[in-house]
């Protein structure tokens, strides 16, 4: 009787342990789908928002580039005014000297 009883009492006691157990470990497995859940939601927001940051990086370089190119253009336009001006200064009375040459007889010999 006392082997029955025995037995009983361990049967019983493996259930319960089994049972709650099963139960601890259930909890658990909620537990880290719920935190697998979680860190998927954390990694698709994260991911959005580096596409957006991407994007809007892009985009200002793209805007640097294209001033710096409109800057570059403007400064080349500017340096070809200045040499035409250059020009101008240097060979103005240079041309003033020939013309005043040729309209006042230049190398005519008077006999």
Known sequence: MRRELNGRLD????TDLFAAE?????????DLGD???EASE???SLE?????EVSE?????TTAARSALEQQKALED???KNRWTLFGIIAGPFVVGVVGF?????LAVVR
Do not use: P
């Open 48 to 52: 959005k928002s580096l596409a957006h």
């Open 42 to 44: 954390k990694s698709a």
């Open 78 to 80: 500017q340096r070809g």
């Open 35 to 37: 935190d697998l859940k």
């Open 11 to 14: 049967k019983m006691v493996s």
């Open 22 to 30: 099963q139960k601890r470990v259930d909890g658990r497995f909620r």
């Open 102 to 106: 040729i309209l006042g007889g230049g």
């Open 57 to 61: 990086r892009k985009q200002a370089e």
